[in-house]
C-alpha cells in the first residue's frame, strides 16, 4: 500500500511539472524544382519522446490536387503511420471556410495568438534559395522581389516571436539556366504550459463567441 502511495505521488508530481517542460518542434521545407519536401520534427523532454511527421514529396495534379504521401515516425525511426492522400481544391476551400468561421466565433483571436507567441523563442531560422531564368536581367529582379519578400516575412514574424539568434538569409542568383531551389530550416520552443493556457482560452473564448451568435440570431417560425 505504501508503494502504491509512492507510485501515486510520482505521478502526480510528474503531471504538475508538465506544464513546465519545453517543447520544440523543427520545421523544414525543401524545394527542387518540382518536387517539394516537408518535414516536422517534435522534441519533448530533452529528445526523450521525439516524433517526427514527414511529406517525402508534394506532386501537383494536373486538376490543381496535391497527391502526397505522409509519414511518421518516433526518434527510433519505427513508422506509426504512412499512407498516401490527395488534397483536393474542394478540401482547401472546405478548410478555408472553417478557418474563417473559426475567426468569427473566437472572441479576441488575434490577442489570444498573440500572448502565445510572446513566449514562443526561434532557436534557429536559416532560408537558403537559388533563383534563375536563364537571362540576366530577369534573373536580377527576381532575386530583388525575394528579397524584399524574405525580409517582409522574417521582419512580420519578428513583432510575435523572440529571436534567440539573427535569422540567416540567402538568395544565390543563377544567371547561367533556369533554376527554382529552397530550403528553409525553422526550430522554435515554447512551454507546454503556455500552450496548454492558449488552447483553454480559445476553447472558453469560442464558446463564448458561440453563445453570442446564438443569442443575436433571431428566431424563425418553421
Known amino acids: 500500500m505504501q508503494v502504491l502511495g509512492w ?15 519545453t517543447l520544440s518542434i523543427r520545421f523544414q521545407y525543401r524545394k527542387r524544382g518540382a518536387d517539394d519536401h516537408v518535414g516536422v520534427t517534435l522534441r519533448w523532454l530533452g529528445g526523450l519522446v521525439r516524433l517526427h511527421y514527414s511529406v517525402p514529396k508534394l506532386s501537383w495534379t494536373e486538376r490543381g490536387d496535391v497527391s502526397t504521401r505522409q509519414v511518421v515516425q518516433t526518434g527510433k525511426g519505427k513508422t506509426l503511420m504512412s499512407k498516401r492522400k490527395r488534397i483536393s481544391l474542394k478540401k482547401l476551400r472546405r478548410f478555408q471556410k472553417n478557418a474563417q468561421r473559426m475567426r468569427r466565433q473566437v472572441r479576441d483571436l488575434h490577442g489570444i495568438l498573440r500572448r502565445f507567441f510572446q513566449h514562443v523563442t526561434c532557436e534557429r531560422l536559416e532560408w537558403v534559395s537559388t533563383i534563375g531564368t536563364g537571362d540576366s536581367a530577369e534573373t536580377g529582379i527576381l ?3 525575394a528579397w524584399a519578400l524574405k525580409t517582409a516575412l522574417v521582419s512580420v514574424a519578428g ?9 540567416r538569409l540567402d538568395i544565390h542568383p543563377s544567371f547561367e539556366r533556369q533554376r527554382l531551389e529552397s530550403d528553409l530550416v525553422c526550430i522554435v520552443q515554447f512551454r507546454l504550459g503556455h500552450l496548454i ?9 469560442m464558446r463564448k463567441g458561440s453563445e453570442g451568435t446564438w443569442q443575436n440570431t433571431p428566431f424563425r417560425a418553421s
Open 159 to 167: 513583432r510575435y516571436v523572440r529571436w534567440a539568434r539573427s535569422p
Open 197 to 205: 493556457l492558449a488552447v483553454a482560452r480559445l476553447y472558453l473564448n
Open 143 to 145: 532575386t530583388g522581389v
Open 7 to 21: 507510485i501515486l505521488l510520482i505521478i502526480l508530481i510528474a503531471i504538475l511539472l508538465i506544464p513546465f517542460t
